[in-house]
């Protein structure tokens, strides 16, 4: 379990820290590339407060189009997004959750990015403040995702995590929906939609989402155990018992990251399961 120190520094002290790069602030504030398009805070966060956040001069930049933006990419990944960054430990210049900020800031729907703040807010599950000088909470960041590259399933698939881990099931579903519309083959997303549809009693549709997903070996057997709990799942005529058993949650961890890498996006983004 992480630790985090109180996030309290002002907007400007941040901004300023977050700029010490290779380049400058002046040369980061200078650079008039982005998407073409703004990125305005949309939507209300999980205390149904309006959503709002900083805007800086660098970007927005869609992370669908980063081969157009390989300069600007590396210039935020390579001091803003570390792997240390990413696990939520302490950065060069200030806490981890800032860097990830000023990434969203430029890159809205980054993808590593906002599954590094969706794992700081189950860590922080409190009321965000909402004086100038905190960071927005990652239901913001996607909405803003969303709303910013509506064609990226990604922000919906880490959204509907969000949801469901709330119990908002019903708009869980919603995001879902619009991740598998815009990615139907991939697995984790049918797997987290089954497991709200089963805390929708939806059962009917979640039976079929669970045969296409069982269909691919997937390793976790959550979603077919709350079908089986509910009483609404038999054997298949093919299905030993042995099919049946589970893994060891060592074995469905390793499985299902070599599942991320393998079939998850261009570079293996690290989406994870609902509760189960």
Not at 158 to 164: D, E, K, Q, W
Not at 187 to 196: F, R, S, W
Not at 245 to 266: H, N, P
Request: charged share 25%; with cysteine.
């Amino acid at each position: 379990m992480f630790k985090f120190r109180s996030l309290a520094p002002t907007l400007a002290a941040l901004l300023t820290a977050l700029a010490v790069t290779a380049g400058s602030t002046d040369a980061l504030a200078q650079s008039k590339k982005s998407s073409g398009r703004p990125a305005p805070w949309r939507g209300v966060d999980l205390q149904g407060l309006e959503c709002r956040g900083a805007m800086i001069p660098f970007g927005p930049f869609d992370y669908l189009d980063r081969n157009k933006f390989q300069g600007e990419l590396f210039i935020t990944e390579e001091y803003h997004l570390t792997e240390e960054i990413l696990r939520l430990q302490q950065a060069t210049t200030t806490t981890a959750i800032n860097d990830i900020q000023y990434t969203l800031m430029a890159w809205p729907n980054h993808h590593k990015a906002l599954y590094a703040a969706y794992t700081f807010r189950l860590l922080n599950r409190g009321e965000f403040r909402r004086d100038i000088n905190a960071p927005s909470p990652v239901e913001c960041h996607l909405q803003r995702a969303m709303n910013f590259s509506p064609r990226d399933p990604v922000p919906y698939m880490i959204y509907g995590l969000l949801l469901h881990e709330w119990k908002h099931y019903q708009d869980a579903l919603k995001a879902f929906r619009t991740a598998n519309s815009l990615m139907p083959n991939d697995v984790i997303t049918l797997y987290n939609m089954g497991l709200t549809l089963v805390a929708l009693e939806k059962y009917e549709e979640a039976r079929d989402v669970a045969r296409r997903v069982y269909s691919t070996d997937f390793p976790l057997p959550g979603l077919k155990d709350q079908l089986i709990a509910a009483g609404q799942w038999t054997a298949e005529p093919t299905e030993s018992p042995a099919d049946q058993e589970d893994v060891s949650a060592e074995e469905a961890e390793e499985q299902v990251s070599d599942a991320r890498e393998s079939g998850a996006g261009d570079e293996g983004i690290n989406v994870s399961v609902a509760s189960q």
